[in-house]
């Protein structure tokens, strides 16, 4: 999608010196949904009170974390 979008920096493939666009899942963990633990300042959500499969433990945004343990970087 990046480069039909011509975002020729974006969808890159992991690779030393490439800024990291990634999501790191632990797919074996469950999680409770809690509306007011939720990184969203909306507390509406269809999923409250759910157990879900998987949980994402980080995110990177060219190289910078943007959640760490699951919870939003400021």
């Given at each position: 999608p990046a480069r039909i979008a011509g975002l020729e920096s974006h969808g890159l493939d992991p690779a030393?010196?490439?800024?990291?666009?990634?999501?790191?899942?632990?797919?074996?963990?469950?999680?409770?949904?809690?509306?007011?633990?939720?990184?969203?300042l909306s507390?509406?959500?269809?999923?409250?009170?759910?157990?879900?499969p998987g949980r994402v433990v980080a995110t990177f945004l060219r190289g910078e974390p943007t959640v760490l343990d699951g919870k939003a970087v400021k």
């Amino acid at each position: 999608p990046a480069r039909i979008a011509g975002l020729e920096s974006h969808g890159l493939d992991p690779a030393p010196g490439v800024p990291a666009n990634l999501t790191l899942v632990d797919p074996a963990a469950r999680r409770v949904v809690e509306p007011g633990e939720l990184a969203s300042l909306s507390r509406n959500t269809p999923y409250a009170g759910m157990s879900l499969p998987g949980r994402v433990v980080a995110t990177f945004l060219r190289g910078e974390p943007t959640v760490l343990d699951g919870k939003a970087v400021k």
